[in-house]
């Protein structure tokens, strides 16, 4: 009996000390553009988001209406970009060599980047669905009221749905829908319903290259830097 | 994970792979600072799952890993230039092969034993790159450090700079023995170090390369082998410089058999999508074999251009949504622009939601002969009245929203028209039939001589000539649809509080509706005689026998409000107008706050959400006034007033989630309703889901109750009849999905059960005779999907329906009928060639019990074939045979061939 004493003491000091020990940093921003806000874990409250913020295990993520956020954990540069109207909480537990990623996501849309080399789980999560990582590069695109969508872009994810058990596996070129009566559903992905990503698209160059052909036939170049 | 690879290639190594090999030369050398390609070439007829490569500086006890890309017959390796050392470099490849073989080079028993060697010569001076000091090398251990940021040799823009390194898989690393340089420069103090991740966000950098060194040791004392890497920032580019296209082509050809109909449908997609740096253009074009010009077109085709997200145009068919009150989200064909500054916003919209359609393509369906309006004249010639029918006007649509996004607040002011073009729609049009025959005709029995037919408008005429008659064919105020125009007003206002984490947001609306504008705008003398029947130079004045202004008339100066005729342009005033009077002048001078809250013909609402980690919550007041009308959202309910309390928690993490929801519901706006039809709606849910591969549970409890406030019978006739309405609706759901594994084979069951009883609250106190008409019913389902090592899955689907009908017997005594469902589906898939090919194929199976038994049996199967790279083709068939007492036959069949192209 004294024991059982000692043992629900240690538990309930266990349970009180554990929000103030410190979160263990698991990826750090590497993009922030527009509007979004942090609520570390153990703080209340959003404040701004900064780029080369090291985050936590239960960080929560808000983009606003123009809001755009990329960061990487820290264990195989596995990327995650968030967009506009997001809400997330960024998790992870740290193991021998990797970290076990999940992503909770309750609203808005993100892009996950795994690297082929990656370590761990990865899990996105939403009230309705969970994907599972097999693959590397897909968008998805939670809405509260309607369901979920998983768009494939490499590899391969497997989209379940927590209400009905559902599940099925998302390619490249495949768009999954998880709903809110349960049913998971596979199409062609439409190009049109892939998000922008703001991330991509970065220009390579800032020259403008202009051939020039002179009146015995030799070509020159002109090149134009821009300022 | 080392040792189990080295296992593996040694397990294979014993399976001849016959034929199967990789070829590699080794580079003669290589240089510190220039990037080191190692190709390899794999011989093998066989599909390469993997290809990786693996690198170490000799010395070093742990090997780097990349992944090979292919380029062309070669696999490629790069070993960035900063990362070499003189001490040489020691590299293998292992290939992972379709059949679980694998390939490693160099061919011998354990290549991480027996690596390739090449040796890696000083870096090259060219006297204008900055000479970092070395650290001692001699002694420094290789740590695995990886670079999160930016990309060693990437480029990127002066905006984006980040410098971020890894020391997760870097044990026992002294803190304080970090050093960050960047070009040479110690920036260490200006760096965040914690938890294993170096992270410095330069304030300023010059354009051009630029160095990384990161130096460290361990707590004992020894050096790690310093990481160096280099990346060039480049100026920001205002020319586009990047291009990326996108896109699909899609085609579609079916063929389905309906009862003794054949519906043959063909359809072309093409979706195409280009950017480059600063915009974004979409193109998506549809036809279509539906398209019908007696209809609302199915074509599409838009075109819309995104400037750097401030500019937004769209061109064509789109659907935009602005709010439920105006524009929600329905198709618009014209042209769209919203310019958002992120503080400022202007949206503009202008288009038709409807295009004129002259007829429906059926007898009938452009003119009709009014025969019971056929006359003489004083000659006793006979006069025909024709009338239209079967016509849609064109509709035109205009709204403008102007909003600010100040600090926490935001406000918002919008103008919406929607109005019919009466003159898109043409009194004579070509094609058009229809049926005269004198039956019709309720003035004479007979048609005077006119033969009983079909006929077109100029045919009639010239029949009604022969017998000295006329067509009376009025140029407006046909009996089909009413040409309509209708404005709304609004504005809206929200401000977020606490940390973003509460909003609240509200918006008022007020429309103007006419219902029929064929005759304009009305005169100031209109408007005078509008409310009553004098033109006396006061609107709504009674008078008595004696020529005295009665009491209650509210004597408005006719002169004193605006003339109609000034703003024809924005609304067209006249007798159908709904409100005739948005506010009554009556009400609005003893409660004017309540007059204008409770205006028939305005919509609001006020809202507050709150959105914290394990709470959210919304509280809704909602009301639509019933003379509401918005002809661009059409579907939006009226005359209703709601109060919605909603919250959800989640505990456990995220694992345990609980929903309540209240919402009341009446029609009482106007004071004139008496007896409200009340709606009380009580839903209660509780969602359990551990995680993945572990059961999840559903459970959703939702009580309705309905009250139309009548408390007593009603006299109808001689005879009392009870329309009062006093019911309980109760909803219960459950769902368990259960996932479990027998061998290798994966399965998930998942099952449902809901149920929907009602309730006459008033049971014991109704009239003999009275019939309660609800049913009640219940549903069961399961189902098991299970996955197989083969690339086969397959679902199997039970599930029964019942609904208990009541039915009132002719003694009034009461019994139910009932009917129910039960279906069985199973359905599977298989791939071939690496999912190059997947067949599929369903059996259903659904017998309906009850009043009409019938029996349905199904089968449908498909193909998919990845033909080539970004090609696909489906075709699919289906088959449903119908067994009824009588008969069995065919129900439907059909077949679909598609084939879509992504670029």
Known sequence: MKILKHIFIGFIITLLIAPLQSASKIAVTTKVSGKVSIEAVGNSGFSKLKTGTILSDGDRIKTGADGFVVFIYIDDKSMIKVKEKTEIMVKGTRTTGSISKQINIDIGTLRAQVNKQRKGDFVVQSPTSVASVKGTDFWMIINPDFGDILIGLEGLVNLTNLLSGESTDVGAGMTGTSSMDGSVDLSETNPDDIPDDPDSGSPAGTQIEIELEGPDGEIKTLLIDIQ | ?903
């Open chain 2, 1 to 903: 994970m080392k040792r189990i690879l080295i296992i593996t290639i040694l397990f294979n190594l014993l399976h001849p792979i016959s034929g199967s090999t990789l070829f590699h030369e080794q580079p003669f050398e290589a240089r510190i600072g220039e990037d080191l390609v190692l190709d390899v070439i794999p011989i093998t007829d066989i599909d390469i799952l993997e290809a990786k490569g693996y690198y170490r500086i000799k010395g070093n006890l742990s090997y780097q890993e990349l992944t090979l890309v292919q380029t062309g017959a070669n696999w490629r390796m790069q070993i960035n230039g900063s990362l070499l050392s003189e001490k040489g470099i020691e590299y293998c490849f292992v290939f992972n092969l379709a059949n679980g073989a694998i390939l490693a080079a160099p061919e011998v028993e354990n290549p991480f034993d027996q690596p390739f060697f090449i040796a890696v010569k000083p870096k090259k001076s060219n006297g204008q790159e900055k000479v970092i000091e070395k650290p001692v090398f001699n002694e420094s251990i290789y740590a695995d450090v990886l670079i999160l940021s930016p990309d060693p040799g990437s480029e990127i823009d002066k905006r984006d700079i980040i410098i971020a390194a890894s020391l997760f898989n870097v044990s026992n690393v002294d803190s304080s023995s970090i050093r960050l340089r960047v070009n040479g420069n110690d920036v260490t103090k200006k760096a965040e170090i914690s938890g294993g991740i170096i992270a410095y966000t330069p304030e300023k950098m010059a354009t051009g390369k630029q160095t990384v060194e990161i130096t460290l040791s361990t707590l004992d004392g020894k050096n790690i082998t310093p990481v160096r890497w280099s990346f060039n920032v480049r100026k920001g580019s205002i020319i586009p410089s990047q291009f990326k296209y996108d896109g699909a082509m899609t085609t579609k050809i079916s063929s389905d058999l309906v009862g003794d109909q054949f519906l043959n449908i063909s359809e072309f997609n093409v979706k195409a999508r280009v950017e480059v740096e600063y915009a974004n253009i979409r193109i998506n074009y549809r036809n279509t074999s539906r398209e019908n010009p007696y209809k609302q077109p199915l074509n599409r085709s838009s075109f819309n251009v995104n400037f750097m997200k401030y500019l937004n145009v769209k061109f064509g068919d789109f659907y935009e949504s602005i709010n439920p009150y105006t524009l929600d989200g329905r198709r618009v064909r014209g042209v769209s622009v919203d310019l958002d500054l992120r503080f400022f916003r202007v949206q503009v919209i202008r288009g038709q939601l409807n295009r004129p359609v002259q007829r429906l393509n059926k007898i009938d369906g452009g003119y009709s002969l009014l025969g019971n309006k056929t006359t003489i004249d004083s000659l006793v010639r006979p006069i025909f009245t024709l009338d239209r029918k079967g016509y849609t006007f064109e509709r035109e649509l205009a709204l403008t929203r102007f909003s600010l996004n100040l600090f926490n607040y935001h406000f918002g002011v919008y103008f919406m028209k929607a109005i019919d073009d009466i003159n898109s729609v043409d009194q004579f049009i070509s094609g058009a039939i229809f049926f005269v025959d004198s039956a019709d005709v309720t003035y004479n029995d007979s048609l005077y001589n006119i033969p009983i037919g079909k006929y077109s408008y100029d045919e009639f005429l010239t029949a009604v000539e022969k017998v000295n008659g006329t067509i009376l064919f009025p140029t407006k105020h046909w009996n089909g649809y009413k040409p309509h125009d209708n404005i709304v007003v609004g504005l809206d206002f929200g401000r977020v509080m606490d940390k973003n984490r509460m909003k609240f947001d509200f918006s008022w609306n007020m429309s103007l509706f006419n219902r029929d504008i064929w005759d304009g705008v009305m005169t100031r003398a209109q408007l005078d005689t509008a409310l009553d029947d004098s033109l006396d130079g006061l609107i709504a004045t009674m008078y008595d026998d004696d020529g005295k202004i009665t009491e209650g008339s509210l004597n408005i100066d006719t002169m004193s409000i605006l003339n109609p005729s000034d703003y024809e342009q924005i609304f067209i005033m006249n007798i159908n107008m709904l409100p005739l009077l948005p506010i009554d002048p009556v009400s609005f001078e003893t409660n004017p706050i309540s007059t204008i809250i409770n205006m028939p013909s305005s919509a609001f609402h006020f809202r507050l959400s709150g959105n914290y980690r394990y709470n959210k919550f919304t509280i809704q007041y909602r009301q639509i006034g019933p003379e509401f009308v918005s002809l661009a959202n059409p579907y939006l309910t009226n005359n209703v007033r709601e109060f919605t309390i909603s919250d959800r928690l989640s505990l456990l993490d995220n694992k345990l989630m609980l929903n309540v929801m209240y919402r009341y519901q009446d029609d009482k706006i106007l004071a004139t309703v008496k007896e409200p039809l009340k709606t009380k709606n009580l839903s209660f849910g509780i969602t359990f889901i551990p995680g993945p591969n572990t059961p999840s549970y559903v459970i959703n409890f939702q009580s309705i109750g309905k009250n139309n406030s009548q408390d007593e019978f009603e006299r109808v006739g001689d005879e009392l009849v009870d329309f009062r309405e006093d019911s309980k609706t109760i909803n219960t759901f459950f769902s368990i999905t259960y996932p479990f594994s027998t061998g290798r084979l994966k399965h998930n069951l998942n099952l449902n059960v809901n149920s929907l009883s009602n309730e006459d609250m008033l049971a014991g106190d109704r009239l003999k005779g009275y019939f309660f008409q609800k049913s009640d019913s219940k549903t069961i389902s399961t189902a098991l999907s299970t996955k197989y090592t083969l690339p086969l899955r397959s679902v199997f689907n039970v599930s029964r329906t019942a609904i208990q009908v009541p039915i009132q017997n002719d003694d009034g005594s009461i019994t139910f009928n009932e009917l129910s469902w039960t279906s069985v589906n199973t359905k599977g898939s298989y791939s071939f060639w690496n999912n190059r090919l997947k067949v599929t194929g369903g059996l259903s199976y659904l017998s309906n019990k009850g009043t009409t038994p019938i029996t349905l049996f199904g089968f449908n199967s498909g193909v998919e074939i990845n033909i080539l790279n970004g090609m696909k083709a489906f075709l699919t068939g289906h088959m449903q045979m119908r067994r009824t007492e009588k008969e069995t036959g065919l129900n439907t069949s059909g077949v679909l061939f598609s084939l879509r192209y992504n670029f």
